[in-house]
């Protein structure tokens, strides 16, 4: 509806929504935007708010605690480069239709912390780059997530470099095949428990840690690795790193470990007998 509209600094929305179906891209490229009210929204009968918020760099805030999103089945990207909004209230969300919540946070810089309550993930089928960026995210609540169904979890949380701490021990991964970048560059994660994790249909963990130097031990024990094509620069730079268990990795399908341990100068034993090169 103001697709591109990127000169708009202001809006006063008074216009009945109570009948509207789809709400992609609605603002998306309203880069100039710096307050939008949403207190009158009725969305209902929403199907879609993929892209909604996307590229509304300037908004220091945004209240969607009010809208009903019993019906949306999408919100790819909807706050994706909401560089400078600090906080987000997604209490009231109702998420049991969404399938699709690739790149929802995506490069939100500002945001300190999410909580999720009211989230039901047990449709979602893709999750890559779902905290894409948020750098200044130091605490998260995804513990309640249904993993079920996500396939996607690709750079999930890259860059997320100020989060400390991430309860992953609940994931459900049985159908996931891409990892790749997963937590890449989270500088200040010190424990991370993978130790229900299945990975029997990954194709790709390049980069998976790549740079998480302040994790000191990881088990990866219960990873199983016959699928994966791609282990480049998995454990790069885990500097801090002094336990590593990949005693039971299979990479008889790897066709690229470049740079796997490289930077990993604390490790002083590592256990590679079931790798066949």
């Known amino acids: 509806m103001f697709l591109s509209c990127n000169k708009l600094s202001y809006l006063k929305l008074g216009f009945n929504t109570q009948y509207v179906r789809d709400m992609e891209q609605m603002f998306q490229e309203c880069s100039a935007l710096e307050s939008l009210d949403l207190s009158t929204f009725k969305t209902e009968y929403v199907e879609s708010m993929a892209k909604m918020f996307y590229g509304c760099s300037k908004l220091t805030s945004l209240d969607v605690s009010s809208f009903n999103t019993r019906n949306v089945n999408s919100m790819n990207a909807m706050f994706y480069n909401c560089r400078l909004v600090t906080s987000l209230n997604l209490a009231n969300f109702d998420t049991s239709r969404v399938t699709n919540m690739d790149e929802m946070f995506y490069f939100n810089q500002k945001l300190t912390s999410l909580d999720f309550p009211s989230f039901d993930t047990s449709q979602v089928v893709i999750m890559m780059s779902m905290f894409y960026g948020c750098s200044s ?12 169904r996500v396939t996607n979890m690709a750079r999930m949380f890259y860059e997320c470099k100020k989060l400390k701490s991430v309860d992953t021990s609940s994931f459900k991964t049985d159908n996931v095949d891409r990892m790749d970048s997963m937590f890449e560059k989270c500088l200040s994660l010190t424990s991370l428990d993978l130790s229900n994790w299945k990975t029997d249909k990954v194709t790709a963990m390049g980069n998976m840690f790549d740079s998480c130097s302040s994790l000191t031990k990881l ?8 699928e994966v094509e791609s282990m480049y620069d998995m454990f790069y730079n885990c500097t801090s790193l002094v336990s590593l268990d990949v005693s039971n990795f299979d990479i008889n399908k790897v066709y690229d470990i470049d740079h796997m341990f490289h930077g990993c100068s604390s490790l002083t ?4 007998r079931s790798f066949e090169v």
């Open 219 to 226: 088990d990866c024990s219960s990873f199983r690795t016959s």
């Open 137 to 148: 995210l130091e605490t998260i609540k995804i513990d309640k997530f249904d993993t079920s």
């Open 269 to 272: 034993s590592l256990n590679l």
